[in-house]
């Protein structure tokens, strides 16, 4: 199998690049087909001073305690990064690339990561039932409020909303307009000048 390893992975990531994930179950189709995206997780990459890299993303399971509020739960999390990734290719049986984010984010940005972190962590995930709905209702014309207080929140949601925290989108565009596919290279975020996502390198994730 082509790519680097995870442990290459870890040491190249930094805050900002994203992590995409495609499966095959039939969850992963579904919200593949619901939300018409190649892939169908995304995560953000904090990896900030002393502390071992983190992702920052949304999922419906348990699996791993959240390292902000030390519990494990549903929703909006922010998780040890390998054993996310590990998680997410064994338990969930995915594949993972990681997109790096060029130039590298400042001081600044990081600590609007750990803000947006504060207000999001624990929010709910919505249900795959109202994934359809919500994608479609994001691409309706509408006007947003600046306000990002979100009832339930989806992974590329979490990371489309942590990226405008950091000044890196600046369209204002709905959160429920992102799904995975747009963080993929197909497709184009609309970055702040001077700022792009590389190629996707498929990361090879060991086995437990």
Excluded at 67 to 90: C, F, I, K, S, Y
Aim: charged share 25%; with cysteine.
């Amino acid at each position: 199998m082509s790519g680097i390893s995870l442990d290459e992975a870890l040491n190249l990531t930094r805050t900002g690049d994203v992590w995409v994930f495609r499966g095959r179950s039939v969850p992963d189709r579904a919200i593949q087909m619901t939300t018409n995206s190649p892939v169908n997780h995304v995560g953000m990459s904090v990896v900030i001073e002393d502390l071992p890299p983190l992702m920052w993303h949304a999922e419906l399971g348990r699996s791993l305690p959240d390292m902000w509020a030390g519990t494990r739960q549903r929703g909006v999390q922010l998780h040890d990064l390998r054993e996310a990734v590990v998680v997410w290719g064994n338990r969930y049986g995915q594949r993972g690339w990681l997109r790096q984010l060029e130039p590298a984010v400042t001081r600044e940005m990081e600590d609007a990561v750990l803000r947006i972190v504060a207000r999001l962590d624990g929010t709910p995930f919505p249900s795959t039932a109202r994934l359809a709905g919500r994608w479609l209702r994001g691409r309706l014309p509408s006007r947003r409020s600046r306000e990002m207080a979100l009832e339930s929140a989806y992974c590329a949601e979490v990371v489309a909303v942590t990226y405008e925290e950091m000044g890196l989108l600046s369209d204002r565009r709905k959160p429920n307009w992102y799904d995975p596919g747009r963080f993929w290279s197909g497709d184009d975020l609309g970055l702040a000048t001077g700022f792009h996502l590389g190629e996707e390198i498929a990361v090879q994730i060991p086995k437990n």
